[in-house]
């Protein structure tokens, strides 16, 4: 399967500060990916996808201008998370998918704490 | 609707065998996934099956799918301490790109 790699895995920054997360595809060229939140005990939050070379696609209640997605590339797609406050304190993860199953190949999640 | 629900909460004896249920509510899907989450990392891919089948076997694996009654079921047999983790089901749906949506998440506990 596909391996994802996010960095940093920490990170912890003052609010209002921007903080960027880059979300690597290793092995192939993801055209897609995703980006997910997740709070403590809980599911996973879609909160946009990644489209290459064109404009994510953000699902209802997520601010675009808040949270910023680049994919310039087959291989990056970055998530900036922009003027920080500490409610955007959580669990980030990326992912692609692969083959005619639609499996997501997850990252390692990024964990961003604002104070 | 795309509601996925599953128990909180799971503790089984080390051998025995576990049960994680999950429930969904759009007939429309496609593939139902099962993935395992361990502390403070992304989420792997245990196992699928694709909507039109009843049930899946995969080692200690065996998935179960009620889809009249859109139940899904993970059997964990033999179940090992390093399988304490959080499983989450997920299904995919058709139509625009493809989105899947995850249940909520059942933390397995496993007691030596």
């Known amino acids: 399967g596909a391996v994802v790699s996010q960095h940093p895995s920490r990170v912890i920054c003052k609010s209002g500060t921007s903080v960027k997360i880059e979300c690597r595809s290793l092995?192939?060229?993801?055209?897609?990916m995703f980006w997910y939140r997740q709070f403590p005990k809980k599911s996973l939050m879609l909160m946009a996808t990644?489209?290459?070379?064109?404009?994510?696609?953000?699902e209802q209640g997520v601010e675009k201008d808040k949270f910023l997605i680049n994919h310039a590339s087959l291989t990056l797609s970055t998530l900036t998370v922009t003027s920080a406050h500490p409610e955007d304190s959580s669990f980030y993860i990326c992912s692609t998918t692969q083959g005619e199953i639609q499996t997501q190949y997850f990252g390692p999640g990024t964990r961003l704490l604002v104070l | 609707g795309e509601d996925v629900e599953q128990s909180l909460f799971l503790s089984v004896r080390e051998g025995d065998s576990s049960v994680i249920n999950c429930t969904y509510t759009?007939?429309?899907?496609?593939?139902l996934y099962w993935y395992k989450q361990e502390p403070g990392a992304g989420l792997q891919l245990l196992t699928y099956?694709?909507?039109?089948?009843d049930m899946k076997q995969d080692q200690r694996l065996t998935v179960l799918l009620n889809k009249k009654d859109k139940h899904l079921s993970l059997r964990i047999a033999d179940t090992q301490t390093g399988d304490s983790a959080i499983y989450f089901c997920?299904?995919?749906?058709?139509?625009?790109?493809?989105?899947?949506?995850f249940g909520t998440g059942t933390k397995l506990q496993v007691i030596p």
């Open positions: 990644s489209n290459e070379g064109s404009k994510a696609t953000y």
């Open positions: 997920a299904e995919s749906i058709p139509g625009g790109y493809q989105k899947v949506t």
């Open positions: 099956i694709f909507s039109n089948m």
């Open positions: 092995d192939f060229q993801a055209t897609t």
């Open positions: 759009d007939s429309s899907s496609t593939y």
